[in-house]
């Protein structure tokens, strides 16, 4: 149920695009309880000078692959869950597509389960058996 906005700088390809979705949904996956059906990513290639960040605050030197993660959550998840989500997040995004740990930055936002609906209207994280549903919806 995660729903994540990535945000980078023009000029990545298709494949591109597709590797950091994929790595990023694997590391979902692998370390923060996320159904594998369940990818909702929104990926913004901004042109120079809509993508502002300091290239060396708390982190880096960043270069101009940095990448912005933002995830809006509807669970929260316990502190030793989203550091071992940011770590292996950040080695498949440098297996694939290649980025450097300096250039990925992770924001986790945490909603209430009242604050989603996926489609008609409806409130499906409130139904009884909605992670039931939504695990055999996986491919």
């Known amino acids: 149920m995660p729903f994540t906005r990535i945000s980078l700088l023009k000029g990545k390809s298709p494949d591109y695009i597709a590797a950091l979705s ?6 979902m996956v692998e370390t923060f309880n996320v159904p594998p059906a ?13 993508l502002i960040f300091d290239r060396n605050y708390l982190a880096g ?23 071992t989500f940011f770590k292996r997040a950040v080695e498949l995004l440098g297996q694939s597509p290649g980025l450097r740990p300096e250039d990925v930055m992770i924001v986790i936002n945490t909603t209430a389960p009242d604050e989603w609906s996926f489609g008609n209207g409806g409130q499906q994280m409130l139904e009884p058996g909605w992670e039931i549903r939504a695990m055999e919806t996986a491919p």
């Open 22 to 27: 994929e790595s990023l949904h694997r590391a």
């Open 38 to 50: 369940d990818r909702f990513h929104i990926i913004h290639q901004h042109d120079r000078g809509e």
């Open 61 to 83: 030197p960043r270069s101009d692959d940095f990448v912005l993660i933002a995830i809006t959550a509807g669970k929260p998840r316990t502190s030793d869950a989203r550091t």
